[in-house]
Nanobody, 118 residues
Framework: QAQFVESGGGLVQTGGSLRLSCAVSGIFFGFNTFGWYRQAPGKEREFIASISSADLRKYSDSVSGRFTISRDDTKAITFLQMNNLKPEDTAVYYC????????????WGPGTQVTVSS
């Protein structure tokens, strides 16, 4: 059973940066595509970035050019570098395996809260 533990969130001012980490266990890391998602208060969870086993990256329009996804297969961790943060980036951030453009597992980690003040 896949397990995800996100960390690195916090409170930052507009224009600031954060680096999120997601430690993955219970599955073989190397073959999978991993994605980051976020959920703002009162909104549905949305996809923001993914990285395949071949380092092919995809981003939502809302974060493209500001966020960078990466992975460390030796440590089974995926990262999300977030720069030029905006108040609309405020949300709880989660990671999951991406399969056929959807999160594969129903069991999500605790997430990590990102709050961007104006």
């Amino acid at each position: 059973q896949a397990q995800f533990v996100e960390s690195g969130g916090g409170l930052v001012q507009t224009g600031g940066s954060l680096r999120l980490s997601c430690a993955v266990s219970g599955i073989f890391f190397g073959f999978n595509t991993f994605g980051w998602y976020r959920q703002a208060p009162g909104k549905e969870r949305e996809f923001i970035a993914s990285i395949s086993s071949a380092d092919l990256r995809k981003y939502s329009d809302s974060v493209s050019g500001r966020f960078t996804i990466s992975r460390d297969d030796t440590k089974a961790i995926t990262f999300l570098q977030m720069n030029n943060l905006k108040p609309e980036d405020t949300a709880v951030y989660y990671c999951n395996v991406v399969f056929q453009s959807r999160p594969r597992y129903d069991s999500w980690g605790p997430g990590t809260q990102v709050t961007v003040s104006s």
